[in-house]
C-alpha cells in the first residue's frame, strides 16, 4: 500500500506570496492533519479535517486555511507569507478505529519563503 | 495547559551502549501517547501507541514504557542505525491536536 504522499518536496517563494501544499492519505485513511516543524522543534499542529469537515485548529493565524476533498486528499494554504512560515510542513494520515488514533506522516514539504 | 518535555534534547551512545529516553507530559486526560522517530529532513516514523499507565510496548531494539507522569524509550544494544531523532506526543481525552515534545536527538558511534 502506498503511504502518505505530499506535492512539492521542496518550494520557495518571497514574502506576500501564497503558496498551497498538497496531500494524500493513506487509502482507507479518511482524517488528515497538518503540522509546522521549525528546524530543531516538534511538528506543531496546524489543522484536522475529518470526512471534509473542520474538526480541530492550532493557534495559527487566519492567513492558514485548508480544505478536505470528497477523496479525502488535502490542500494547505498559506497567505501573505513571512519569513517565519519556512519550515517543513507535514501531512499525517489518521486511522481510527475504537481507541485507536494512529497518525502516519507523510515525508513533508520544505517551504523556504525568501 | 497540555504539555510534553523530552528529555535530554541530545545523547551520545557508543554501539552497544543501552539507555533510555525520557518524556514527561502534562494533560488532562490522556487517550494516547506516541513515540514517532525522525529522519533528517523526513517526516516522523511511527513506533508506538501506549494508552494506559503500565503498558509496555517493544520493537527490536525499542522498548516503550508508560506511568502517570511519564513514557521511557529503552534502546538495548544500539547501532549506528538507530541514530536519529526521537519524538514523544500526547493526545488528550476528547481532543483533537496532538501535542509534541521538542524531540531527542541520538547520536550512536560505531
Known amino acids: 500500500d502506498a503511504g502518505v504522499t505530499q506535492s512539492p518536496t521542496h518550494l520557495i517563494k518571497t514574502r506576500g506570496q501564497h503558496v498551497t501544499l498538497r496531500c494524500s492519505p493513506i487509502?482507507?485513511?479518511?482524517?488528515v492533519s497538518w503540522y509546522q516543524q521549525v528546524l530543531g522543534q516538534g511538528p506543531q499542529f496546524i489543522f484536522q479535517?475529518?470526512?471534509?469537515?473542520?474538526?480541530g485548529r492550532g493557534n495559527f493565524p487566519d492567513r492558514f486555511s485548508a480544505r478536505q476533498f470528497p477523496n479525502y486528499s488535502s490542500e494547505l494554504n498559506v497567505n501573505a507569507l513571512l519569513l517565519g512560515d519556512s519550515a517543513l510542513y507535514l501531512c499525517?494520515?489518521?486511522?481510527?478505529?475504537?481507541?485507536?488514533?494512529?497518525?502516519?506522516f507523510g515525508p513533508g514539504t520544505r517551504l523556504t519563503v525568501l | 495547559e497540555d504539555q510534553v518535555t523530552q528529555s535530554p534534547e541530545a545523547l551520545r551512545l557508543q554501539e552497544g551502549e543501552s539507555s533510555s529516553l525520557n518524556c514527561s507530559y502534562t494533560?488532562?486526560?490522556?487517550?494516547?501517547l506516541f513515540w514517532y522517530r525522525q529522519d533528517p529532513g523526513k517526516g516522523p516514523e511511527f513506533l508506538f501507541t501506549?494508552?494506559?499507565a503500565g503498558e509496555e510496548k517493544e520493537k527490536e531494539r525499542l522498548k516503550a514504557t508508560l506511568t502517570k507522569k511519564e513514557s521511557f524509550l529503552h534502546i538495548t544494544a544500539p547501532k549506528p542505525e538507530d541514530s536519529a531523532t526521537y519524538l514523544c506526543?500526547?493526545?488528550?481525552?476528547?481532543?483533537?491536536?496532538?501535542?509534541f515534545g521538542a524531540g531527542t536527538r541520538l547520536f550512536v558511534k560505531a
Open positions: 494533560v488532562s486526560g490522556l487517550r494516547g
Open positions: 499525517a494520515s489518521r486511522r481510527t478505529s475504537g481507541r485507536e488514533d494512529t497518525q502516519y
Open positions: 487509502s482507507g485513511h479518511k482524517s
Open positions: 501506549l494508552y494506559s
Open positions: 479535517y475529518y470526512e471534509k469537515e473542520e474538526r
Open positions: 506526543a500526547v493526545q488528550a481525552t476528547g481532543g483533537f491536536k496532538t501535542i
